[in-house]
């Protein structure tokens, strides 16, 4: 009955506006086998093969640092707590005297960790950080490297734009690189209490004053 219905409006209906719907129900048909196929391939490569039981080699933790501060120790805290086979901090020199400076801030406070400098003549910070993990992952296929990354917790959306940009650029290329574990480490600044205490505040549910429950 349903295909009787069908091809009588397709006949009578057609050129007055029945080929809209039947146009919009191929569509949707395409689309949807497509996405039932995308989720097929999908799930067969996500299938559990003999590598995926071995462990890695050594796991190699790398803490990005701009300068020294408290994200910098929250990160390296949390590194050190993971307890990698080896790691390393690292900071992208932009200029030599501020990189000096640093250096002598790392000495001292004794900070256990090794700090590494890379160079950087264009002013550039995400192409020099993924050439580097690049070559350790090339030098040592079957390690497992992770980034730690200190990020500010904000709580005004016009903070957001001020902050965090490198790192959201230099995570959209390390997520991409097979072997490497990208590991932010968020750092809440004081906008981002006042933003909890806003969001925390107990607030009427759908028909509580309805109900009673509420004063309204």
Not at 71 to 85: D, F, I
Not at 169 to 187: A, E, I
């Given at each position: 009955m349903t295909a009787t219905v069908l091809v009588i409006v397709l006949v009578t209906k057609f050129l007055a506006g029945a080929w809209i719907a039947i146009v919009a129900m191929v569509a949707v048909f395409l689309?949807?086998?497509g996405i039932g196929r995308h989720y097929d391939r999908v799930s067969t490569e996500l299938e559990i093969d003999?590598?995926?039981?071995?462990?890695?080699?050594?796991?190699?933790?790398?803490?990005?640092?701009?300068?020294?501060?408290?994200?910098?120790?929250?990160?390296?805290?949390?590194?050190?707590?993971?307890?990698?086979?080896?790691?390393?901090?690292?900071?992208?020199?932009?200029?030599?005297?501020?990189?000096?400076?640093?250096?002598?801030?790392?000495?001292?406070?004794?900070?256990?960790?090794?700090?590494?400098?890379?160079?950087?003549?264009?002013?550039?910070?995400?192409?020099?950080?993924?050439?580097?993990?690049?070559?350790?992952?090339?030098?040592?296929?079957?390690?497992i490297i992770t980034v730690y990354i200190p990020e500010y917790v904000v709580g005004r959306w016009w903070e957001q734009l001020l902050h965090n940009q490198t790192a959201l650029?230099?995570?959209?290329?390390?997520?991409?690189?097979?072997?490497?574990?990208?590991?932010?480490?968020?750092?809440q600044l004081s906008s981002a209490g006042r933003a909890k205490k806003r969001f925390s505040r107990d607030r009427p549910a759908p028909g509580d004053v309805r109900r009673g429950f509420r004063d309204s």
């Open positions: 689309l949807m086998r003999d590598s995926d039981v071995m462990l890695p080699s050594r796991v190699h933790a790398i803490v990005l640092v701009s300068k020294v501060h408290k994200p910098t120790m929250r990160a390296l805290a949390y590194a050190r707590v993971g307890r990698p086979n080896s790691i390393e901090a690292l900071t992208v020199e932009f200029d030599p005297a501020h990189t000096e400076a640093l250096m002598k801030q790392w000495e001292d406070l004794a900070i256990p960790v090794p700090l590494k400098v890379i160079n950087s003549p264009y002013r550039e910070l995400v192409r020099p950080v993924i050439r580097y993990v690049k070559e350790l992952r090339k030098s040592s296929p079957r390690d650029r230099l995570k959209s290329r390390l997520l991409f690189m097979p072997g490497v574990m990208v590991t932010s480490v968020p750092y």
